[in-house]
């Protein structure tokens, strides 16, 4: 059992950076066909991410988040999925991989943690036959060994009482406990990447970030690259290298998680940011929610997908979509995009800003009433970034 | 687990107690004397004779008095006596119902046998050619009255053939071959309507339980499809097809009156039958209280399976 070593700071994975990386997704595009059209989950993602490091993907319900993580596994499973594009994981093509051979990295190589542990254990399986079934059929261990390994998982995740528990069946399991299982689950074959898709948002708010700081735990101290997915900023924060925001199945801004949180770019990341209650607030302030909803993924408006929201935004942006360009000279370099015609914090924005705001655009009239707030949200959001997790430290700046 | 037994005793006496008083209470309000089935035409007419009949058969005393009195009997094993044959009920009962329950066993056996793997493979493969194909002759078996179906294998395999016999019975103890013979297509009448149902309950199911996240999340553990089918999606897909199998057996007991008859087999159904027809209340009670019993006692042991299926079942239990 490794000793709890999240207060040490600074013993974070070394880069491997020896020539390709683990991952590389280049323009994936998945789309569902169904009866009333085409819907376009994702939309053009390209990402990539080393050996043992971390990345967040961050957005709304519907904007494609999950869906990305299952065509990079192809866990899109049915008659009616559609994925083009490249994903290389490992130097191997995975979407050219017959589906055998991509079964046969799925728990070994490639793993997942679901969102909803209440649901992704079979309700009438013992957890110990769940936790190493699969290091049974896929690596052919034998039953005494499968045994001896379910109890140092469940020691791993800091499930007491662990030889007992073998014999429980999940109903009889709390949620934070069974998504502990789930996540020994995925890490009993030793994969080289897991994604965790959503793992916290079914949990109860005080068991949310033991889990994330399990995760954590497991993904240092493995030296194990992982994919975190959520719709809370406040989840990568000071969790992940870098952070990927996703609106209508698009990459709107992507930047290394500090240099995200301290200049943030792209009017969504903004507010989702603002989105997010904080300590600091006064009781009963009210919450920032973003006005209107994502686009239909079956008819998306030509231009920017969040025009129709956004606070900042111009006729130029109904009319063109934005494309994914470097922002600017910041201390994210080269590996801080965004996907922005007037981006926060430049005075393009500034000036569109104070535009809608004379014309009292309704969105940007909302935003300009919580402002003061919005600000010493980006502030604390920005120092937790820095401090809330040492070891995720030395990032690709 | 104990308490559950206990439960399920108190409910079969309850369950017999009051559906031997129901049926009771039928058969003498129906119209009719039954002295009718005990006397013979000529001497129905001597008036004196039918009353010196009527009280020694007790039908003169109240209807309570005369369930009280069938019913202290009843609980020291004697149904009482045949209005027809004079026979106690028990000794007609006895050799008939090895009959007819090897009959049920086999046709549920078949049922099981030959739905479960069809309904597997079509909610597996779900709009598969096999799945429509499969679909189309449940669809079929399920239109096609038994009997018929019955009519058309006496005809094929009796008749045309002259591989087994048309009608009548072989004990097991006289000849196994002979009895399988018997056997076969009366079973197989009534298998066929059990395969249809069951392999669509069981395809509905396991189309469902696929859908479940924990079978996505067994994909993603990299375990093999026919591992997941079998041991993850089976199991929680099977408590409506326990049901129905138990509901079945259970119907069969008078499901198999129109085979019985059809293939002349001396089983339960066929003397139920003929117990109606000629008044013989007796008779038609002491096969109530058999089919209640055995309706009480297969649904208890439904519960108890469906409880080793599902764990998360005892707790309510």
């Known amino acids: 059992m490794p000793a709890e070593n999240a207060s040490t700071p600074g013993t974070g994975p070394v880069a491997v950076s020896a020539g390709s990386p683990l991952l590389r997704v280049d323009d994936l595009h998945t789309s569902f066909h169904v009866a009333a059209g085409e819907v376009r989950a994702v939309r053009g993602v390209s990402l990539t991410l080393d050996r043992g490091r971390t990345l967040g993907i961050v957005g709304e319900s519907g904007s494609g988040k999950t869906v990305l993580a299952r065509s990079i596994m192809r866990l899109n499973i049915g008659g009616n999925v559609s994925t083009s594009g490249n994903v290389e994981f490992e130097g191997r093509d995975l979407l050219d991989l017959p589906l055998k051979a991509m079964k046969n990295l799925w728990g070994t190589e490639l793993a997942m943690v679901f969102q909803d542990p209440m649901t992704s254990l079979n309700p009438v399986v013992r957890v110990g036959r769940q936790l190493t079934e699969h290091v049974r059929s896929n690596l052919g261990a034998g039953r005494g060994e499968a045994r001896q390994m379910a109890i140092d998982l469940l020691r791993e995740v800091r499930i007491p009482d662990a030889e007992a528990r073998l014999r429980a069946f999940p109903h009889e399991l709390s949620g934070g406990m069974r998504q502990r299982i789930c996540i020994a689950i995925a890490l009993a074959c030793e994969p080289a990447l897991l994604f965790a898709d959503e793992p916290t948002t079914a949990l109860d708010v005080t068991v949310q970030h033991q889990i994330l700081n399990l995760l954590g735990r497991e993904q240092r101290d493995r030296e194990m690259a992982m994919i975190l997915v959520t719709h809370d900023l406040g989840v990568v924060a000071g969790r992940t290298d870098d952070t990927i925001v996703m609106y209508a199945g698009k990459v709107v801004e992507q930047a290394p998680t500090r240099v995200l949180f301290t200049e943030m770019r792209h009017p969504y990341s903004e507010a989702l940011l603002r989105s997010i209650p904080r300590i600091g607030q006064r009781s009963h302030t009210r919450l920032s929610a973003i006005t209107g909803r994502p686009p239909d993924p079956i008819d998306i408006p030509p231009g920017c997908p969040f025009s129709p929201r956004c606070p900042y935004v111009q006729q130029k942006c109904r009319e063109e979509p934005p494309p994914l360009v470097a922002a ?53 959001a920005a120092a937790e970034a820095t401090a809330a997790n040492g070891s995720f430290e030395g990032g690709g700046a | 687990m104990g308490r559950l037994i206990a439960g399920r005793m108190v409910r079969l006496v309850a369950t017999l107690l009051l559906v031997t008083f129901v049926t009771f209470m039928a058969t003498s309000l129906l119209p009719g004397d039954p002295v009718n089935a005990l006397i013979p035409i000529e001497a129905q007419q001597d008036r004196e004779f039918v009353e010196q009949v009527r009280e020694e058969w007790g039908f003169n005393d109240p209807l309570l008095v005369r369930y009280g009195r069938w019913l202290g009997d009843a609980v020291r094993g004697d149904l009482g006596d045949s209005y027809v044959t004079g026979r106690p009920i028990i000794d007609e009962i006895t050799p008939r119902l090895p009959v007819t329950g090897e009959l049920m066993v086999v046709t549920v056996l078949l049922g099981i046998l030959i739905g479960v793997p069809l309904g597997l493979v079509s909610g597996y493969r779900e709009g598969s050619r096999a799945d429509k194909a499969v679909s189309a002759v449940a669809q079929f078996g399920l239109s096609i009255p038994n009997f018929v179906l019955g009519l058309v294998l006496i005809y094929v395999f009796a008749i045309k053939l002259r591989w087994l016999p048309a009608t009548g019975w072989t004990r097991i103890s006289d000849s196994v071959t002979g009895n399988l013979k018997s056997v076969a297509m009366p079973a197989i009448a009534l298998a066929v309507a059990e395969v249809a149902v069951y392999l669509r309950v069981l395809r509905s199911d396991i189309i469902s339980t696929l859908k479940e996240n924990y079978i996505l999340s067994a994909r993603a553990k990299g375990l093999k499809d026919r591992f997941i089918l079998f041991r993850h999606a089976l199991r929680p897909s099977s408590l409506t097809l326990t049901t129905l199998i138990g509901l079945n057996i259970a119907g069969l007991i008078t499901g198999t009156i129109v085979i019985e008859q059809l293939f002349a087999i001396p089983g339960l159904g066929r003397r139920l039958f003929s117990a109606v027809f000629q008044r013989d209340y007796m008779m038609v009670q002491g096969l109530t209280v058999l089919l209640a019993a055995a309706y009480v006692i297969i649904n208890a042991t439904v519960d108890f399976i469906y409880i080793a299926i599902d764990p998360r079942i005892r707790r309510r239990a």
Request: with cysteine; proline share 4%.
């Open chain 1, 328 to 380: 600017g000279d910041g201390a994210g370099g080269a590996s801080h995009l965004s996907a922005c015609w007037y981006p926060v914090g430049t005075d393009a924005g500034r000036d569109a800003f104070a535009r809608n705001l004379a014309d009292r655009l309704p969105q940007t009239v909302v935003v300009a009433e919580g402002s003061e707030f919005a600000e010493s949200a980006a502030a604390n």
